[in-house]
């Protein structure tokens, strides 16, 4: 099905509308080719950083989570590292960083 390949790029844009409508202009995109730190969304006057991913299995989750724990290790301001799934929830903790995963649902109804 045409639509079934569509799904992760819909879920990133649920979310970029969700953190558009709160932050405004206050919302970035940060990719670093000196660092290599891709970042789906970062809100530096929330400490947030937010990757998006349809599911975190072995390959994902080293990109997805890689790039936080580089961002959390290079600015010590990042406090909430997230990764919006399409419906699994956990805790990733890695080194001394804690990594939330959050269903989609969860993370449209926060404040």
């Known amino acids: 099905m045409f639509y079934l390949d569509k ?9 970029a509308i969700k953190l ?8 970035f995109y940060l990719k670093s080719q000196k660092t290599g730190i891709d970042i789906d969304f970062y809100v530096p006057a929330s400490k947030i ?4 991913a ?3 299995n072995d390959t994902s989750k080293e990109r997805e989570v890689g790039n936080l724990i580089k961002l959390a290790d ?4 990042v406090e909430n590292l997230i990764v ?3 419906g699994e929830e956990a805790e990733i903790q890695q080194e001394d960083k804690i990594i ?6 969860k993370f449209l109804l926060m404040r």
């Open 7 to 15: 799904l992760p790029a819909l879920l990133e844009n649920l979310v």
């Open 20 to 27: 558009h409508n709160k932050y405004q202009e206050n919302l």
């Open 49 to 52: 950083a937010i990757q998006v």
């Open 54 to 56: 349809w599911e975190v």
């Open 74 to 77: 290079n600015f010590d301001e």
């Open 84 to 86: 919006v799934t399409h």
């Open 100 to 105: 939330q995963l959050m269903p989609l649902y």
